[in-house]
C-alpha cells in the first residue's frame, strides 16, 4: 500500500513512511496559495493529502449563517 504522495507536500509525503506520522501536523500547504497580482496563478497547490480531506469537510459545517444564530 503506498499512495500518491506526488501532490503532497514534502512533510505530509514523508509522514506516509513508517515512523513519520506526527510530520502530517507539520504540514503548511493546507489551501491553494495564488499570486497576489498574478491573476490566479497557483504558486502552491493545496497538499491533496487524504488526512486534510476530512478536516475541510469538518470546517465546511461551520457557515458563517450558523455562527451568526448561535
Ligand atoms: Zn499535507
Ligand atoms: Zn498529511
Redesign the pocket.
Known sequence: MSPDTSG??P??AL??RPGYKG??RE?RQTEDVSLPHGGGILLVRR?T????VSKVEALDLITPESAAQA
Open positions: 503532497m507536500s512533510e505530509c509522514a506516509h510530520l502530517h504540514c497538499c493529502c487524504a488526512h486534510h
